[in-house]
């Protein structure tokens, strides 16, 4: 079946700009969650859903970023007022039931 | 923050030999898990080994989890070009949260 998929796979946009980051899961897992990776670092811990409810948002830097699963399955992170401290590579993941978790290719964000 | 350490930070073997890569992590956890991920793709997962494991296989790879040390160790043997990647450990101790290392970069020459 598919995987995780992510779009855009590449986004440059300028500082102060607005960005969306979309997920898609795979299919009947209900759980998904957002990490942050930097070059030669490990993914960071930004905000896992269970359904349609963040269950845990303490990953996310600041108030300028946001995550929604409006309907348990697709979600969007949002970043506000883009930093150029932000570039990174964005992954998402999905899992049925908790433990291993299902990667997407990531979307690469690049802020000039 | 980040939780796990993995070591070395990188390494470069021939084709065919076996690669070991260490994991140091702080807190008590559920599970450690292994992940691959290489150059410009996503994170696949490897092998999960729950705490009260000490040893477990798959295919060519075997995964030690010491709680006592807070260590694990990853060993791929009769090492294949194809296994030149990066390679992560990360730790559950929440039965969701991972906590990731920063990875050893694993060269394998032919």
């Known amino acids: 079946g598919a995987g995780v998929s992510q779009t855009p796979s590449n986004k440059v946009t300028e500082k102060g700009k607005y960005v969306e980051l979309r997920c898609d899961p795979i299919?009947?897992?209900?759980?998904l969650y957002w990490y942050r990776q930097s070059l030669g670092q490990g993914p960071e811990f930004l905000i896992y859903f269970q359904g349609t409810g963040a269950a845990d948002d303490s990953g996310l830097p600041n108030d300028r970023f946001f995550a929604v699963r409006p309907e348990g399955s697709v979600s969007t992170l949002k970043i506000q007022r883009t930093e150029r401290g932000d570039s990174a590579v964005y992954l998402c993941?999905?899992?049925?039931?908790?433990?291993?978790?299902?990667f997407g290719p990531g979307t690469r964000l690049l802020v000039l | 923050s980040q939780q796990g350490e993995e070591d070395p930070q990188a390494l470069s073997i021939q084709e065919g030999e076996n690669a070991t890569m260490n994991c140091s992590y702080k807190t008590s956890i559920n599970n450690l898990q292994w992940y691959r991920q290489n150059s410009g793709r996503g994170l696949v997962h490897l092998i999960l080994?729950?705490?009260n494991e000490r040893e477990k296989h798959s295919g060519r790879l075997r995964v030690t989890l010491d709680t006592s040390k807070k260590s694990s160790s990853l060993l791929i043997t009769a090492s294949r070009a194809a296994d030149t990647a990066s390679y992560f450990c990360?730790?559950?101790?929440?039965?969701?949260?991972?906590?990731w290392g920063a990875g050893t970069k694993l060269i394998i020459k032919p």
């Open positions: 990360a730790t559950d101790a929440s039965n969701y949260q991972l906590i």
């Open positions: 993941a999905s899992s049925p039931m908790g433990e291993t978790q299902y």
């Open positions: 299919s009947g897992h209900t759980a």
């Open positions: 080994i729950r705490s």
